[in-house]
Nanobody, 117 residues
Framework: QVQLVESGGGLVQPGGSLTLSCTAP????????MGWFRQAPGKQRELAAV???????NYADAVKGRFTISRDNAKNTVYLQMNSLKPEDTAVYYC???????????WGQGTQGTVSS
């Protein structure tokens, strides 16, 4: 059973910042693209940001310029730095590991991020 371990969610005021972390087994991390998805109440899960094992990144339009995804290959960890947070960023954030060749995909358990005054 592959486990992706997430941390870093919490409550923050509008305009604030949160940093999410996700650690994966080394055999997964080195061969998979890593992404962060989010699911707001009553909405479908959507991609927020993704980073390939080569370091290329892609962001949803809603988070461009505010969120930054990065990976530390030595620590098998991917990060999502979220700045200038808005109430509409409130969601459960899920870490995902995806192999573009085999289509195998793994999910973390989710971490709640709440933006509220």
């Amino acid at each position: 059973q592959v486990q992706l371990v997430e941390s870093g969610g919490g409550l923050v005021q509008p305009g604030g910042s949160l940093t999410l972390s996700c650690t994966a087994p080394g055999s997964i991390f080195s061969n998979y693209a890593m992404g962060w998805f989010r699911q707001a109440p009553g909405k479908q899960r959507e991609l927020a940001a993704v980073i390939t094992n080569g370091g290329s990144t892609n962001y949803a339009d809603a988070v461009k310029g505010r969120f930054t995804i990065s990976r530390d290959n030595a620590k098998n960890t991917v990060y999502l730095q979220m700045n200038s947070l808005k109430p509409e960023d409130t969601a459960v954030y899920y870490c995902n590991a995806h192999n573009v060749y085999t289509k195998q995909s793994y999910w973390g358990q989710g971490t709640q991020g709440t933006v509220s005054s």
